[in-house]
């Protein structure tokens, strides 16, 4: 290794997972698409015939779309820039040492494999009904063993590094890192069945992936939760904003607005969010001083997350016309804004008095994909839309297709959360409602009929939100055949074709 | 005036529009907004805090987008660097900076003097609610009769019943009885050949199947297939056609010669009647379509408006 | 302080763990102390009703319908008194859900019946006009795995003490006594005689078919947990 030279960083494992990102990102929005549709028109349901309609009906895809996007699209784009956003603000390169290299390898090799074994597990059925922690016991395992891979390399590239102090990306990544090693470990406690013995004496009974929680009952739901609430935490905002804190600098050769304000909006974030997951269980049988707390916290938690929007749209003051000229940070400015949406929209919801209404209804299925949507979905892709140039040392293949990608999946996130917004609060309030003579003014297959018309507007609006994607694949695919670029082109704004 | 404040407004005016339409339309034939969000406190929070999400938003946004688009960029830079990304030693936004303290002090607040920690909880306020619904309700309808009642019932069928047996109470197919007429062969033949067992003249009251029902006017002979046929069409038409003498025969002594049962000892077979719907909503029934549950749930005054609209659909009494 | 942290990696990570594990010690720690306790008449779950339970679970009915009445007047009208945290004493997982895209089912028991849910599970339009409720079919050939709802049996019964084969107080002041079989060929044998019971009241030839010679198609151990939602 050259100690006096430029580092030269390597972006292999980086590569790696842009590349699953791309693939399971397509495959999870393609599940979404059709369950949304499925939700519109239920004949679709058995869209592969009826012999296959166990493995197409809504209720065996929809927990592999959202697992697949998560755990597949996002983590594998946190991942994608943990390998290349750590080695350039710790300045350490992954050539320079063959363990740090070994651990990435296996770190995506274990996680690939895990993947198919989950989407298999899904597919067949193999799951305990935690939201987001579906899986079984010998899955959890797997999962274990990724993430301390991923420990070993934060570990490896932060003791490695040359830079003294830590960049505000690194400090949200190393909270994703601890985080989700505890909620995993305390939401997945659970005892494999083939463990128990019958009187009879017989051993391994039944299906030897089977287990059961070591939670009951409410207190199971509490844990669950906790997890639930705190893993969007984990995987949709602090590793996003990560992201961002990086990625919008970078491109637009600007500096961070305040170190304070990050300081303060990360040690808020830090302490609060972890209180406010009563707001999933409220009007539950969990004790009511808990679902307050939820709820106040929840409505404490708006400043330290608008904190982060804030100094990223500050960040670019006085700098429209990169926004107005430059689609890759248009999305980073309008994928903040959506953060602001979605993070006084939680809280919003999480006011008892509202969460009686939003509750159960698509107004948090809007809310939910307004942040998935508008805030993740497009920073990650504006992040893996500066990283390929500078991994492929070429230019972005295609400045308007990615300004239309921009424009059409713009109008599918607004088509997706208007329609939920009225389908949610609709249902909620036709739930409710009593007659003149004081009954049930509806029954319930009423609340589902009226929703047709806003699930088929979702529809659309998800079907355009996957031809945007397409359009990006395709875009980062023809980047690696496009006009080679010259280090010094890549210093700020990436280069891009027309 | 600056395109990002029309964009705004046109925004925001399209929510809250879509909003306040679909709260019109749903709830429960209201008339206008203000009515929809004068009943019920939920509905009221509900969709103020929808529209101070939306103006909120939009407005904070444009704020800074303004920003953007006038102001300059400056301050004094950090020392620190990384991969050429510097940080500004700028202050805190005082907006911010000044809600935040608010909403943590409100959060402490809350916590140790606002939270009601001894006086609210989420069952007594259950309690309380039930308490006015019913009082408001009870004093208005507790004494509707006639077209009023058969319109409460028709809610509460709606409601409750139209999943098994059909908008039209039609049955939907034999899959539940069809309401709209008193029985169907299926169930007489049934009945005469198994018995029936469903409390609907009360607790422990039941038909013999055909080993206990003898034909008088044939010496007390066992009742025999085509006279079960027979009956059973003559009662299922309504007490006419042919099978008139067995159910004379066979029958009448519990039922009655007209079929409209007597008290204490069968239930009446030609109509509907208040007493037979009690028990039918009281205790289930289990029959050749199926089994109905017991509706325990439904107060008396709503057992009561849907066993005359049930009446109504078959024009018993 | 901060500005030093941010210099020392591992008192960083060991400031933010901190920071989001204090939250979890307070909310979690205190409501695991008040273990939740079944109710009086709140019983554990026989085998067929178990083996029903994970077909629920497998086919993630959970993603449509909830198991949690709220204490709100329009739901305890539609669905029965509220839900009291010590009825889920016996729920490992528990089954609240999310979201409500169908009727929440905690005390479907007390409203639906057999008859009714053998030809809803088939084709739910065909009873409810305009349902979106997919079509259960596969429930109808594929057998139910009872020998994993047995050994889940066993597992709840050594690992969490739940209270099979003993006398269980009911709210009329009478005891009950789950059954727990002693060997798998038991369980099997228990479960079909809980079967016969319920396709007494199905349609289906084949399905009563299948249950004479001694086999269990899944959509009769679902019907026995619908069934057991009271
Ligand atoms: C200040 C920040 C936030 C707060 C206080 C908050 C609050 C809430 C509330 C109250 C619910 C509904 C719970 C229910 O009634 O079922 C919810 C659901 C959800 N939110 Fe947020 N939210 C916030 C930010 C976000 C962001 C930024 C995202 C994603 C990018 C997100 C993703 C989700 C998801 C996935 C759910 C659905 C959970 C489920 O499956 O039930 N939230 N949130
Ligand atoms: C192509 C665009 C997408 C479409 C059409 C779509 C559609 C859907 C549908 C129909 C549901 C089920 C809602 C229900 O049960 O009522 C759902 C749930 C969910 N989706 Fe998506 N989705 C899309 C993209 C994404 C992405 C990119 C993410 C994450 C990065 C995501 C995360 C989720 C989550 C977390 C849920 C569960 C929400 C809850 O339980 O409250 N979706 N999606
Ligand atoms: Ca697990
Ligand atoms: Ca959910
Ligand atoms: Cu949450």
């Not at chain 3, 709802?149 to 019964?157: C, F, H, K």
Request: charge should be negative; include cysteine; aromatic fraction near 12%.
């Amino acid at each position: 290794m050259n100690k006096n030279g430029p580092l030269e960083y390597d972006y292999s494992v980086s590569k790696l997972f842009i590349m699953n990102a791309l693939f399971v990102g397509a495959i999870g929005m393609l599940v979404g698409v059709i369950i949304a549709w499925q939700m519109a028109y239920p004949g679709l349901n058995t869209f592969l015939g009826d012999g296959l309609a166990e493995y197409t009906n809504f209720s065996r895809l929809r927990p592999l779309h959202t697992d697949s996007v998560i755990y597949g699209f996002v983590l594998s784009a946190v991942w994608a820039t943990w390998y290349y956003v750590g080695q350039r603000v710790l300045k350490v390169s992954m050539a320079e040492s063959k363990t740090l290299m070994l651990i990435g390898k296996l770190h995506f090799w274990i996680y690939f494999v895990s993947a198919s074994l989950i989407v298999t597990s899904l597919l067949l059925g193999w799951t305990t009904s935690k939201e987001y922690a579906e899986f079984e016991w010998p899955i959890d395992l797997a999962i274990t063993v990724i993430w301390l891979l991923w420990g070993a390399s934060i570990a490896g590239l932060v003791g490695f590094r040359r830079e003294k102090s830590l960049y505000i990306s690194i400090w949200y990544y190393i909270a994703t890192f601890l985080a989700i090693a505890m909620l995993h470990l305390f939401n997945n406690m659970e005892i494999p069945t083939i463990l128990a013995t019958s009187p009879a004496g017989e051993t391994m009974v039944g299906a030897w992936w089977h287990s059961v929680s070591m939670y009951a009952g409410t207190n199971d739901a509490l844990v669950q939760w906790w997890f639930g609430h705190n893993a969007v935490a984990f995987v949709f905002t602090t590793p996003i904003i990560a992201m961002i804190y990086y990625f919008l600098p970078k491109e637009s050769g600007q500096a961070i607005y305040s170190y304070k304000l990050s300081l303060l909006s990360f040690w808020g974030l830090m302490f609060v969010y972890l209180w406010a997951g009563g707001h999933h269980l409220l009007y539950s049988t969990v004790p009511d001083w808990m679902q307050t707390m939820g709820s106040v916290f929840s409505i404490v938690l708006i400043l330290p997350s608008w904190g982060s929007a804030i100094n990223m749209l500050l960040t670019m003051k006085g700098e429209w016309q990169q926004v107005a000229s430059s689609p890759l940070i248009k999305f980073m400015v309008l994928g903040s804004t959506f953060y602001m949406f979605s993070t006084l929209e939680g809280p919003i919801q999480a006011i008892k008095s509202v969460n009686a209404i939003a509750h159960f209804t698509d107004w948090i299925v809007g809310h939910v994909h307004d942040g998935v949507l508008g805030w993740v979905g497009f920073i990650v892709i504006a992040a893996i839309y500066h990283m390929s140039p500078r991994i492929f040392r070429r230019e972005i293949y295609s400045r308007s297709l990615m300004n239309t990608q921009f424009w059409i999946q713009t109008l599918g996130v607004v088509l997706y959360f208007t329609s939920m917004w009225i389908a949610g609060i609709t249902q909620g309030m036709m739930w409710r409602a009593h007659d003149e003579f004081g009954n049930l003014a509806y029954s319930f297959i009423d609340t589902v009929t009226v929703l047709h018309p806003y699930y088929t507007i979702r529809a659309v609006g998800g079907t355009l939100y996957l031809i945007g994607f397409l359009m990006f694949i395709y875009n980062i695919y023809k980047t690696t055949s496009a006009r080679r670029v010259e280090e010094d082109e890549l210093q700020n704004a990436s280069p891009m074709g027309a | 005036m600056n395109k990002i404040y029309l964009w705004g407004i046109i925004v925001t005016g399209i929510m809250l529009a879509a909003t306040g339409y679909t709260l019109v339309e749903t709830a429960g034939g209201k008339k206008d907004l203000s009515e929809v969000l004068s009943g019920d406190i939920v509905n009221t929070l509900a969709i103020a805090g929808a529209v101070a999400l939306v103006i909120i938003t939009v407005f904070v946004v444009i704020k800074y987008v303004r920003q953007m688009q006038v102001d300059t960029a400056g301050g004094e830079l950090t020392e620190d660097s990384w991969d050429d990304i510097g940080e500004y030693h700028n202050p805190i936004p005082t907006g911010w900076a000044i809600i935040f303290l608010v909403t943590m002090v409100w959060g402490m607040w809350y916590f140790i003097a606002g939270y009601p920690v001894n006086s609210y909880s989420q069952i007594g306020e259950y309690n309380e609610d039930v308490v006015a619904h019913n009082a408001k309700f009870e004093k208005e309808y507790a004494s509707i009769t006639g077209d009023r009642l058969i319109e409460m019932g028709e809610s509460v069928f709606l409601a409750e019943c139209k999943v098994c047996h059909g908008l039209s109470a039609d049955g939907i197919d034999g899959k539940a009885a069809d309401l709209n007429e008193r029985i169907g062969l299926l169930t007489v033949k049934n009945v005469v050949i198994n018995g029936s067992n469903n409390s609907l003249l009360s607790e422990g009251s039941s038909m013999p199947g055909r080993d206990g029902l003898m034909n008088a006017n044939k010496d007390y002979a066992p009742i025999t297939d085509a006279e079960i046929d027979a009956v059973s069409a003559y009662v299922a038409n309504g007490m006419t056609g042919e099978g008139g003498d067995v159910f004379a025969g066979a029958c009448a002594s519990c039922h009655g010669v007209d079929g409209k049962g007597m008290e204490y000892v069968a239930p009446n077979i030609v109509t509907y009647d208040m007493n037979l719907l009690a028990n039918v909503l009281n205790h289930g029934k289990k029959g050749v379509m199926g089994t109905m549950p017991a509706f325990d749930r439904l107060s008396i005054k709503q057992k009561e408006a849907v066993s005359a609209y049930i009446i109504s659909l078959s024009k018993g009494e | 302080m901060f500005h030093w942290l941010e210099k020392h990696p591992f008192f960083f990570a060991l400031s933010v763990f901190v920071a989001i594990a204090f939250a979890g010690l307070v909310e979690i720690i205190p409501s695991f102390a008040q273990a939740s306790r079944p109710l009086v008449g709140t019983t554990p779950y026989s085998t067929l009703e178990l083996s029903g339970r994970q077909i629920y679970i497998k086919n993630s009915c959970n993603a449509c319908h909830s198991q949690l009445i709220r204490p709100f007047k329009s739901e305890t009208d539609r669905y029965g008194h509220y839900s009291l945290s010590g009825e889920y004493a016996y729920d490992r997982p528990f089954l609240w859900g999310s979201k409500r895209t169908g009727p929440d089912l905690m005390r479907v028991g007390n409203y639906r019946t057999t008859d009714w849910h053998e030809n809803h599970m088939k084709d739910p339009a065909s009873v409810v006009p305009g349902s979106i409720m997919p079509k259960y079919t596969w429930l109808y050939t594929n057998e139910a795995d009872i020998e994993t709802a047995y050994a889940e049996q066993l597992t709840v019964a050594q690992f969490f003490s739940v209270p099979y084969n003993t006398p269980i107080p009911m709210k009329d002041g009478s005891s009950k006594v789950i059954k727990m079989a002693d060997s798998i060929a038991e369980a099997n044998a228990d479960a079909l005689d809980e079967a016969k019971v319920i396709v007494a009241d199905m349609k289906d030839q084949s399905i009563k078919d299948a249950v004479a010679n001694g086999k269990i198609p899944e959509i009769v151990a679902i019907i026995a947990y619908m069934n057991s939602l009271k």
